[in-house]
């Protein structure tokens, strides 16, 4: 037990500790962060590697919205491995921009009024 003249440095000693606990879970939760991340997310070397895909086709795919799961920062790609081999395992499955555009054929092919 402390006595009142001691409370001051026990004080400090409390919020020392403290202080190096607040550190320790940062710390882990920083390392845990990443480990989730680079689990999660692939960059553009790491998805070309995944894809057996050269750079420069990886870029036009993802122009032409034919991968899933593809995110920007900062001017930068970054893939979703789950979605990336969720895609490779069904093979190449249309995206939402290819139905669009298919839609989009279709429906100008119709005639006014009716269907062909």
């Not at 895909?53 to 930068?76: D, F, H």
Request: proline letters at 2%.
């Amino acid at each position: 037990m402390y006595t009142f003249n001691e409370l001051p440095e026990a004080v400090t000693a409390i919020a020392n500790k403290l202080d190096v606990i607040e550190r320790l879970l940062k710390l882990k939760n920083s390392k845990e962060t990443e480990d989730f991340i680079s689990n999660r997310l692939l960059t553009l070397d790491q998805a070309c590697s995944l894809l057996k895909l050269q750079k420069s086709t990886l870029y036009s795919k993802v122009s032409r919205g034919e991968i899933p799961g593809v995110y920007k920062q900062a001017g930068r790609l970054y893939f979703k491995k789950e979605e990336l081999l969720k895609w490779l395992e069904a093979g190449e499955k249309k995206t939402t921009t290819k139905i669009l555009e298919e839609a989009d054929q279709h429906l100008a092919g119709l005639k006014k009024g009716g269907v062909n």
